[in-house]
């Protein structure tokens, strides 16, 4: 008899929202050093929101290990850009250029130029992509037992560029190799207790969830032959963008359909086997309507923060025409609200996007993930804490890992 | 009935840390309130009330996720809001353990990112002014100069203008003759005169000299011109701007970063407001006037002028304004007052570097 698990997400849009509210303007009153610190609260906000079997997770990173991991990232990141940068002004590449005046040759310079140094950053933020998943892990409980990853950030850096240059010089065809190859990487990495994460199944297998990007590819290609062949160039306008909306979607529907199947393909300690059934419709339905929601209060709170300022300019100019100390006090209380009502609609529309399209999100992957054989777990035991000190500066440094 | 001290612990279960268990518990106060018993099937643990704390930022209302101080990894999880009540040090500090560890790792990093702005990036500054190719010097000049045009106009639509009157100009080219004869410089200069009161001038990347419009007029003798366009021309020689450029650049880069970047485009204003007023160090700055004494004993002008300059504006703005922060700042100014005159010692053939018609020119070159 195998025992079942079902997750369970069930945090609340208003205390998150106020919580986004207080650490972002904590953030701005420390001078944006507090962001560490607001981002590892929310963090812990969702992580203790989401449960298995009313287990909740909990979430033990700190603020203050953020900040520390931080700093030492831009310490290397600078003396390493700085070198790249040395290196190609030697070979006379740089990326100062007056457009105006720079010719045909100038212009390939400085492209080579930006191209060499993002390429040189590549490796960085790779490394950072593993190690930020790595402290999220380590620093990731549940029911008092830790998960983590091993220290192979570097392995994980080598196989990646190489994956990704496959799928570039195939134009993609070979992209679920790459997603389900570094998948297994850090999957195979993974612990949870003393006990470890396997990644099953078959590369070939997530072929299917890339249907909708070759369908939107073929429509692309079926308008430039048009255009090609018939100069047909209204058709193929038409259908080019038929085509790449259709990419777009799915593009998520490709995220979507892998995740539930490496997901489902995830063995732990040989016996607990997983289920996810996440849907791409709930996901792009979230998303847009999050958007339009958002849309519509950035332009009305924007619009009644401009109609009010204006009446303020028109009422105070009218009652303290007479003396100009009088206008000053108008003007400088004036220009305070206008600059207020604008941090206050800003940090409104971060909140409601945590809110209403990010933690949405979350709750239905959460509530999408099942576990089987859920009796082993009880004969896992803990495993040693992981102290690296750089938790995941770098990725903080290059400003990856989104919204939470 | 609940005995005394004993609290509602329904739903409440224990994580012992080392095995993913959660053990259903009974919870009891010690009879003197100091100690949180938790009662498992087969031992009783005690944690001192002192040491309970709560996780915080926990989701879901009334249910509270409890650690002891001490323990990293034991957790107990209670929904019974009253719990709580009897626990009153839940919310207060509790510093890590291993501080010891974090606060050397605090300190070196604030360490590390010290000497990185005041070690590392002016180092590689030097080292990459030497090798950044004159043409992207040149465009990095020019960019500057169209923010510093943008930055000081009243309306920002509307630039500062370079003053343009025709024999003016020719004044001003007539002076730079006289100075360059003698020199041979890697670079063209390209010398300008905003239409701005502040009496100041600057050098910029890719060999610009730019005078204020306040210091022509401010100027009482054409030498003393020709003195502050010396002090320029040895920074645009040593290519002191473009050191500084990149410094700034480098320096602002890393403090951006620290602050998360929030300030955005305000870095490239911040960055052309420091060139104008740029501070180089008292070597470079001494060095400068060293260039200065020969460029001017070579057209036949007293090095003194130098001197005379800043002795005049230093009498007349006292110490805080316009051209005197610029030059005067340092405290070593006595020291280049007196240098200037010792330079005068050699036997400089003297010989006006603008005839009164051009001075006149130059002095109207705005109008």
Not at chain 1, 5 to 34: C, D, N, S
Not at chain 2, 3 to 12: F, I, N, S, Y
Not at chain 2, 15 to 40: A, H, N, W, Y
Not at chain 2, 287 to 292: E, S, V
Request: overall charge negative; charged content about 20%; aromatic content about 12%.
């Amino acid at each position: 008899m195998s025992a079942q698990i079902q997750g369970r997400y069930h945090g609340k849009g208003e205390p998150l929202f106020w919580l986004y509210i207080k650490t972002a303007l904590l953030t701005m009153v420390k001078l944006g050093i507090y962001r560490f610190w607001a981002k590892t609260r929310i963090r812990k906000y969702i992580w203790s929101a989401t449960s298995a079997n009313e287990d909740s997770f909990e979430y033990t990173g700190t603020g203050l290990e953020k900040f520390l991991g931080f700093l030492v990232a831009i310490v290397i990141l600078a003396i390493y850009l700085g070198i790249v940068q040395m290196v190609l002004f030697f070979a006379g590449l740089n990326l100062f250029m007056d457009p105006e005046t720079a010719s045909g040759a100038d212009i390939v310079r400085q492209v080579a130029a930006i191209y060499i140094t993002l390429f040189a950053v590549m490796p960085l933020l790779l490394f950072a992509q593993y190690r930020a998943r790595r402290y999220k892990m380590a620093r990731t409980r549940w029911r008092g037992i830790r998960f983590g990853m091993e220290n192979a950030a570097w392995g994980y850096v080598w196989r990646a560029i190489g994956h990704y240059f496959l799928t570039l010089i195939t134009l993609g065809i070979l992209a679920p190799r790459a997603s389900f190859y570094l998948e297994k990487y850090m999957t195979d990495r993974t612990w949870y207790g003393d006990a470890r994460f396997e990644q099953d199944g078959k590369w070939t297998a997530l072929y299917p969830a890339m249907k909708h990007l070759f369908i939107g590819a073929g429509f692309i290609i079926v308008g430039v032959a048009l255009a090609a062949l018939f100069e047909a160039i209204v058709a193929a306008i038409l259908l080019s963008i038929v085509g790449y909306i259709w990419m777009i979607v799915g593009a998520v529907y490709y995220r979507v359909q892998a995740f539930n199947y490496l997901t489902a393909h995830k063995v732990l300690d040989d016996k607990i086997g997983f289920y996810s059934e996440v849907k791409t419709s709930t996901v792009i339905f979230t998303y847009i309507v999050g958007i339009l929601i958002i849309g519509a209060v950035s332009s009305i709170a924007f619009t009644a923060l401009f109609v009010v300022g204006f009446v303020g300019a028109f009422v105070t100019g009218m009652s303290f025409e007479a003396s100009l100390s009088g206008s000053m006090v108008g003007a400088v209380a004036l220009a305070i609200f206008g600059v207020v009502g604008y941090i206050a609609i800003l940090l409104t529309l971060g909140a409601l996007s945590l809110v209403i399209i990010v933690q949405p999100i979350i709750a239905h992957l959460v509530d999408g993930v099942q576990v089987h054989g859920a009796e082993h777990l009880d004969d896992i035991t803990q495993r040693s804490a992981d102290l690296g000190a750089d938790a995941e500066g770098f990725a903080d440094a290059l400003d990856i890992g989104g919204a939470i | 009935m609940i005995g005394a001290g004993r609290l509602d612990a329904t739903g409440a279960a224990y994580f012992d840390g080392d095995s993913p268990i959660g053990q259903p518990v009974g919870l009891r106060l010690s009879e003197d309130g100091q100690t949180l018993l938790i009662e498992l099937a087969d031992r009783v643990i005690a944690w001192q009330v002192t040491d309970v704390r709560s996780i915080d930022d926990f989701a879901g209302k009334g249910d509270s996720m409890l650690r002891m101080r001490r323990d990293p990894v034991a957790r107990l999880f209670t929904p019974n809001p009253f719990v709580r009540r009897a626990l009153p040090h839940l919310t207060r500090r509790a510093p890590p353990a291993g501080r010891g560890r974090l606060a050397m790792w605090a300190g070196a990093a604030v360490c590390a990112v010290f000497v990185q702005i005041a070690v590392l990036v002016p180092f590689l500054a030097d080292q990459l002014a030497d090798y950044i190719p004159l043409k992207g010097e040149r465009a990095l000049g020019d960019a500057t100069f169209e923010q510093i045009k943008s930055a000081l106009a009243d309306n920002e639509y509307l630039p500062l203008q370079t003053c343009e009157n025709a024999e003016g100009l020719a004044a001003l080219t007539q002076m730079q003759n006289k100075l360059t004869a003698s020199l041979e410089l890697e670079q063209e200069l390209r010398v300008f005169v905003l239409d701005h009161p502040m009496i100041n001038a600057f050098a910029l990347p890719g060999g610009y000299v730019v005078f204020f419009r306040g210091l022509i007029e401010a100027a009482q003798a054409p030498e003393e011109v020709a003195a502050v366009f010396g002090h320029e021309i040895g920074h645009v020689v040593s290519r002191d701007p473009t050191r500084h450029a990149l410094r700034s650049a480098g320096s602002i880069g890393v403090l951006g970063l620290m602050f998360g970047d929030f300030a955005g485009g305000a870095v490239v204003l911040f960055l052309a407001e420091r060139l104008i007023d740029a501070q180089y160090s008292q070597g470079a700055e001494a060095a400068a006037d060293t260039f200065a004494y020969d460029v001017l004993h070579d057209a036949q002008i007293e090095p003194a002028a130098l001197g005379d300059m800043f002795q005049r504006l230093k009498d007349e703005h006292g110490e805080t304004e316009g051209i005197v922060a610029h030059f005067l700042s340092h405290p070593s100014l006595d020291a280049r007052i007196q240098a200037a005159r010792d330079a005068s010692d050699r036997d400089t053939q003297v010989a006006p570097v603008l005839d009164a018609e051009a001075w006149a020119a130059l002095q109207n070159i705005c109008k």
